[in-house]
């Protein structure tokens, strides 16, 4: 099993960033991809970046060349960077790892971009 634990989320004004955090425990492989996704009221979850243990990178369309996500392995960290942030950001952002074929998931951090 794996825990995936969240933080880092909250109130920001439009243009502004945020960093979250999503630090992983438990049986973690060599292989894997951790991800955050995003859900916004009344619309369906939706990716927002992954990062594999090989450190190649997706991203989004929405976010690119604002977000950046990142990975410490020593510490089983995986980090999203949010800048210019706009307030169709607003969303609970989730984290995910995946391995072999089993994806886990946080609890979900509440990120609100309001003037």
């Known amino acids: 099993q794996v825990q995936l634990v969240e933080s880092g989320g909250g109130l920001v004004q439009p243009g502004g960033s945020l960093r979250l955090s999503c630090a992983a425990s438990?049986?973690?492989?060599?292989?894997?991809?951790m991800g955050w996704y995003r859900q916004a009221p009344g619309k369906q979850r939706e990716l927002v970046a992954t990062i594999t243990s090989g450190d190649t990178t997706n991203y989004a369309n929405s976010v690119k060349g604002r977000f950046t996500i990142s990975r410490d392995s020593a510490k089983n960290t995986a980090y999203l960077q949010m800048n210019s942030l706009k307030p169709e950001d607003t969303a609970v952002y989730f984290c995910?790892?995946?391995?072999?074929?089993?994806?886990?998931w946080g609890q979900g951090t509440q990120v609100t971009v309001s003037s």
């Open positions: 995910s790892l995946a391995q072999t074929s089993t994806m886990y």
């Open positions: 438990g049986r973690i492989f060599s292989i894997y991809t």
